[in-house]
């Protein structure tokens, strides 16, 4: 599977973006999709997944309430909406899909990685 994540970018704190992030190689409904993302410094965070046995979401603590996952399978493409930005949510955002059989948080489990896309949140 190959991954490619967009829509990165600075906003203001209280901003609002929505990421995409294209599959191709591989039927996109037969995949875990997960949206990670990585501060300097700090290790790769869980942010939101789509599980592909149930097509539910599932998130982080730090993503309930304010960021949504949401998928279109006719364009095999995943987005992260992402609402109320903080400064804190700066990072790079990766998108990844993963082989198990039902969605997971964690990034090692996951086989696939996009190129990850910047967001950065001034204050």
């Known amino acids: 599977v190959q991954l490619q994540a967009s829509g990165g970018g600075l906003v203001q704190a209280g901003g609002s973006l929505r990421l995409s992030c294209v599959a191709s190689g591989r039927t996109f409904s037969s995949v875990n999709m997960g949206w990670f993302r990585q501060a300097p410094g700090k290790e790769r965070q869980f942010v939101a997944g789509?599980?592909?046995?149930?097509?539910?979401?599932f998130y982080a603590d730090l993503a309930k309430g304010r960021f949504a996952i949401s998928s279109d399978n006719a364009k095999n493409t995943v987005y992260l909406q992402m609402n109320s930005l903080k400064p804190e949510d700066t990072a790079v955002y990766y998108c990844?899909?993963?082989?198990?059989?039902?969605?997971?948080?964690?990034?090692?489990?996951?086989?696939?990685w996009g190129q990850g896309t910047l967001v950065t949140v001034s204050s």
């Open positions: 990844a899909a993963s082989n198990l059989p039902v969605g997971d948080p964690t990034p090692d489990r996951y086989d696939y």
């Open positions: 789509r599980s592909r046995s149930t097509g539910r979401p």
